[in-house]
């Protein structure tokens, strides 16, 4: 595909401090390009100074919220490439959300070649201090003029990229998470496993609830019954009852997330007994009262491996753990990380290397 690239030509003064925190310092350039049925699809492919949006104030957006977006993360080895990590698994969520949204897909190897030569473009801000990284924006938004509610003909993809370092202030150090009792992030048929915006601006009440009352984010539990676990915020969960991993299986509700899929496979590979499953929260609250949770943790690109220190459900705390990072979540967090950054072998052939443009 042909993508055309303008270099800014006053790019930003990279900050010295690495405490980027995440998403609010971003790059000199971004990517962007156009979509009209009328036009014959895809058009204008080209990379740009980062600069402000314009919009029609009729934009089906602004008003339908059709919106899709993804995360992932470009790394610096300690040798000084850069790479990427399964960015097609990124690219195939994108084009499923694309189909649940009603958005048009884009080929997977203009997607992939559009991420690979945007961070070509912006490798020098590919940040090398240990546990920053720069993270990946991809979204896409339908930008037809018109109030009427139908699928939308004029659409706008845009990749932007930001420094960072830690999702949560806590770090790689446990975190406090709510299970919700009261609001539901997604019911099966909705749009739970498609990553839309939609999605996390109906989930914030309840994670500010949750922040009023000193917890990170809120652990979703199944739409109907309130009955079974789902994912937390911004990540999906995992847990160590007796020395079997569970997670919840992806029923259509939960997002698929990348980095639970690198957990399983590599936790497999490595002989444990994973099982993806409906799990109750009756019975994570029986195994966290008799001794048989061992830890838990969520894992997304933005938040990396997060152990979970405490839980608290109907008011009842429960620590987990003793508040301590457990030994497969750590293990997970330096396989993963060691493999994203080129110190532990990739040997799924999951690393995607990137060419300095
Ligand atoms: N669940 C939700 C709701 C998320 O927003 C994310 C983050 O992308 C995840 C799970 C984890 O997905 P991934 O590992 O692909 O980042
Ligand atoms: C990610 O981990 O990439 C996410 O999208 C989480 C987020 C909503 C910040």
Redesign the pocket.
Known sequence: MNISITKNTAPAKKPENAEYGFGKIFTDHMFIMEYDADQGGWHDARIVPFQNLSLHPASTVLHYGSEIFE?LKAYRTKTGEVQLFRPIENVRRLNRSAERMCLPTIPEDDALEILKTFVSVEYDWVPTAPGTTLYLRPFMFGNDQSLGVHSVSSVTYVVIASLASSYFKEGLNPVKIMIETEDVRAVRGGTGEAKCGGN?GASTRAGQRAAELGYSQVLWLDGVERKYIEEVG?MNVMFRIDDEIVTPALDGSILPGITRKSCVELLKSEGYTVHERLLSVDELVDAMKNGRLKEAWGC????VISPIGELCYKDEVYVINNGEIGEVSQHLYDTLTGIQRGDVEDRFNWICPIKKG
């Open positions: 995360g996390y911004a997304g690109t933005a938040a």
